[in-house]
């Protein structure tokens, strides 16, 4: 599949990287134009330090390398949005599918960054984000993305883009988080707060302790990462109580569980 990623930061570098891996033939556009010579000649963004690019990914300063691309990623900084959006829109097939990558609001407007790409493009715009570093996806180290829109089979269509072709990532960090419970169901609330006080520096062993115990006790931590129907159920609870969800959705058409246990049968 032809794709573009709009812009060459670390996130938009770190995911041109991948797709190129996933097998698509990937051209990542870049505003800093003074760069391109250098990063096909050293295979290096500096705005990556450490990653190497790939032979086959092409650079570009052209907005008009999204022609012809079936996946457009607007990988742009939050403060050039608007303007990388209407630059780069008038060359977005029809049937193209766009997605936006980048956090943070409008100044003047607190609009999302996703929001404003679907008003410059006019397009239905799937959101890509989770807790996951540039650097670490680069690397091919297993992390986790939520692909999100309005239109699920678009959502689909991203997901088997960045995923499909690499069960194995999926699989491994399925098995770093069963190992994770593991050690938590085998260890003392003392002793998970050891492991994790550097990451409160404002807190003490103490404090983390009375925490993690209040969190055994109310049998919040999982011992495996099998999702049930009965959790899904209680987060869709939570979420039409929040008024954040119009219609519910079929536990068999979102969970996926094969993963969950081939790792918790080994």
């Known amino acids: ?33 003074d760069l391109i010579e250098e990063m096909e000649t050293t295979r290096r963004n500096p705005r990556l330090p450490g990653a190497v690019l790939p032979e086959g990914l092409k650079i ?22 608007r303007s990388v959006c209407r630059g780069v829109a008038p060359y977005i097939d029809e049937d193209a599918v766009v997605v936006s990558v980048t956090k943070g609001i409008e100044d003047g407007t607190c609009k999302r960054m996703s929001q404003i790409v679907a ?41 088997d883009a960045f995923m499909s072709e690499h069960p194995e ?9 069963y190992r ?27 404090t983390l302790t009375t925490i993690i115990e209040r969190y055994k006790a109310q049998d919040t931590w999982k011992t495996d990462p099998v999702f049930s129907e009965e959790g899904f159920a209680l987060i869709q609870d939570i979420m039409e109580q929040g008024g954040e ?13 094969e993963f969950a246990k081939k790792v918790i049968s080994e």
């Open 180 to 206: 994770g419970q593991q050690w938590v169901e085998t260890h003392t609330s003392a002793e998970i707060a050891e492991v994790i006080l550097p990451q409160f520096t404002e807190s003490d062993v103490e």
């Open 1 to 33: 599949m032809k794709v573009s990623v709009v812009g060459s930061g670390a996130w938009g570098t770190a995911l041109a990287i991948r797709l190129h891996k996933n097998g698509h033939d990937v051209t990542m556009w870049t505003f800093e134009k």
């Open 119 to 159: 008003e410059e493009t006019g397009k239905k715009v799937v959101v890509l984000c989770g807790p996951s570093h540039a650097e670490e996806v680069a690397l091919d180290m297993p992390t986790g993305c939520l692909a999100a829109c309005e239109d699920q089979t678009l959502a689909e269509f991203v997901q």
């Open 60 to 81: 570009s300063g052209d907005y008009g390398c999204v022609r012809g691309c079936a996946l457009v990623v607007i990988a742009s900084p939050s403060f050039p949005m």
């Open 245 to 257: 969800l119009s219609s519910r959705v079929p536990f068999d058409d979102l969970v996926r569980n």
């Open 169 to 177: 990532v999926i699989e491994a960090f399925t098995r770093a988080i």
